[in-house]
């Protein structure tokens, strides 16, 4: 069965920090392409940040570039989010996506390229 469940939201000041957690089960997680998305009331979700199977390439919105890491550790069938410089424009439901079937490039946002989604993790920045 497979399962994706994301943690380490919370409530932060503008300019605050936090770190995401997306731990996996249920498929052969290394060899997954994995992205956080975000999703704000009244708005589409968005992808954040993407990242490949080997961890080499990663991807990120232009209104995260800079301010927001991706990163992954196989060995623990997890991935992170470090989020900084949070902003009241960051609050949102942050979800984490897994796929295997495409190819994975410029079109790391694309909502169905992913095969697997957890039910998110709250993000709420106060200014």
């Known amino acids: 069965q497979v399962r994706v469940v994301e943690s380490g939201g919370g409530s932060v000041q503008a300019g605050g920090s936090l770190r995401l957690s997306c731990a996996a089960s249920g498929f052969t997680y290394s060899n997954a392409y994995i992205a956080w998305f975000r999703q704000a009331p009244g708005k589409e979700r968005e992808g954040v940040a993407g990242i490949d199977a080997s961890g080499v390439n990663t991807y990120y919105a232009a209104s995260v570039k800079g301010r927001f890491t991706i990163s992954r550790d196989n060995a623990k069938n997890t991935a992170y989010l470090q989020m900084n410089s949070l902003s009241p424009e960051d609050t949102a439901m942050y979800y984490c996506?897994?796929?295997?079937?495409?190819?994975?490039?410029?079109?790391?946002?694309?909502?169905?390229?992913?095969?697997?989604w957890g039910q998110g993790t709250q993000v709420t920045v106060s200014s």
């Open positions: 996506a897994a796929g295997r079937r495409f190819p994975y490039n410029s079109n790391w946002h694309l909502v169905a390229l992913y095969d697997y």
